[in-house]
């Protein structure tokens, strides 16, 4: 099992930064490749950003592309997506989740998730 947690939301301006972050603990967590998603309101939940167990190689979805970024912390057993240049459309409740194998813009895919953080950005 993997438990992952996640922080960081807030409610921010457009234009604005939001880092988030997720700690993971249980299984070795540098065994994992992780993601980010977000899902709006009436919105089907969509792919972000991901990365691999080593963190050597990172995925992006191209509404983000160019304002955000993965990284993670095999050490400390976190991930992060640092967020610029917020718009409103960016506003969602963004999930972490872990899966075995290699990265997948498919969340059926992954075999854990958190419970969520709500980021806002007003206009």
């Known amino acids: 099992q993997v438990q992952l947690v996640e922080s960081g939301g807030g409610l921010v301006q457009a234009g604005g930064s939001l880092r988030l972050s997720c700690a993971a603990s249980?299984?070795?967590?540098?065994?994992?490749?992780m993601g980010w998603f977000r899902q709006a309101p009436g919105k089907e939940r969509e792919f972000v950003a991901g990365?691999?167990?080593?963190?050597?190689?990172?995925y992006y979805a191209d509404s983000v592309k160019g304002r955000f970024t993965i990284s993670r912390d095999n050490v400390k057993n976190f991930v992060y997506l640092q967020m610029t240049s917020l718009k409103p459309e960016d506003t969602a409740v963004y999930y972490c989740?872990?899966?075995?194998?290699?990265?997948?813009?498919?969340?059926?895919?992954?075999?854990?998730w958190g419970q969520g953080t709500q980021v806002t950005v007003s206009s």
């Open positions: 989740a872990a899966r075995e194998f290699g990265v997948s813009t498919l969340g059926r895919f992954y075999d854990y």
């Open positions: 249980g299984r070795t967590f540098s065994n994992y490749a």
């Open positions: 990365i691999s167990w080593s963190g050597g190689t990172t």
